[in-house]
Antibody, heavy 127, light 108 residues
Framework: EVQLVESGGGLVKPGGSLRLSCAAS????????MNWVRQAPGKGLEWVSS????????YYADSVKGRLTISRDNAKNSLYLQMNSLRAEDTAVYYC????????????????????WGKGTTVTVSS | SSELTQDPAVSVALGQTVRVTCQGD??????ASWYQQKPGQAPVLVFY???NRPSGIPDRFSGSSSGNTASLTITGAQAEDEADYYC???????????FGGGTKLTVL
């Protein structure tokens, strides 16, 4: 069964740090790019960060750049999110998601979509 | 612009057809993907690209795109389709992702 399981969430004080993990199983983890997506309480989905299959390409939302760091260990089938200098506005459920792609010949673009999601882990930043 | 705009809420009578729309400049270049999220659950992919529906998603879900607007259509809405729906695409740089604000679908 294809599965993603997040862990590492919890309560942390403003300015603190936390490391989230996402364990992948049931597919060849090293072949896929991965995303972190978060959802603040009562709010919509927000893309946080992306990492390519070999870690060659990494992107961050402006709201987290310089504070959050995405990484992966393909040997351990794991994705990580190191969260530093946390703020109250980082309070959210954090989901990891697998990115699948196909090439669209009509547009000449590679189409990306998130076809597998974990159940999420909750991060609360509060004093 | 890197924003995607959705109507906050839409309602549909049971068995009728509803269209959920998503507008943004980047949709002129990139296809959208659509996600369904029920309360307390993770999002689920329901449609992506020009005409792709994941396995296990009912064929009453379909998608389309024209100009700066992507649409998700549910033909014959069921009670279990009541959920929040989010569109997602790339921004103008092509490297960052952006979600629409979400549409809460109510099935009456």
């Amino acid at each position: 069964e294809v599965q993603l399981v997040e862990s590492g969430g919890g309560l942390v004080k403003p300015g603190g740090s936390l490391r989230l993990s996402c364990a992948a199983s049931g597919f060849t983890f090293s072949s896929y790019s991965m995303n972190w997506v978060r959802q603040a309480p009562g709010k919509g989905l927000e893309w946080v960060s992306s990492i390519s299959s070999s870690s060659s390409y990494i992107y961050y939302a402006d709201s987290v750049k310089g504070r959050l760091t995405i990484s992966r260990d393909n040997a351990k089938n794991s994705l990580y999110l190191q969260m530093n200098s946390l703020r109250a506005e980082d309070t959210a459920v954090y989901y990891c998601a697998r990115v699948s792609t196909y090439y669209d010949f009509l547009t000449g673009h590679t189409v990306h979509y998130m076809d597998v999601w974990g159940k999420g882990t909750t991060v609360t930043v509060s004093s | 612009s890197s924003e995607l705009t959705q109507d906050p809420a839409v309602s549909v009578a049971l068995g009728q057809t509803v269209r959920v729309t998503c507008q943004g400049d980047s949709l002129r270049t990139y296809y959208a993907s659509w996600y369904q999220q029920k309360p307390g659950q993770a999002p689920v992919l329901v449609f992506y690209g020009k005409s792709n529906r994941p396995s296990g998603i009912p064929d009453r879900f379909s998608g389309s795109s024209s100009g700066n607007t992507a649409s998700l259509t549910i033909t014959g809405a069921q009670a279990e389709d009541e959920a929040d729906y989010y569109c997602n695409s790339r921004d103008s740089s092509g490297n960052h992702l952006v979600f629409g604000g979400g549409t809460k679908l109510t099935v009456l």
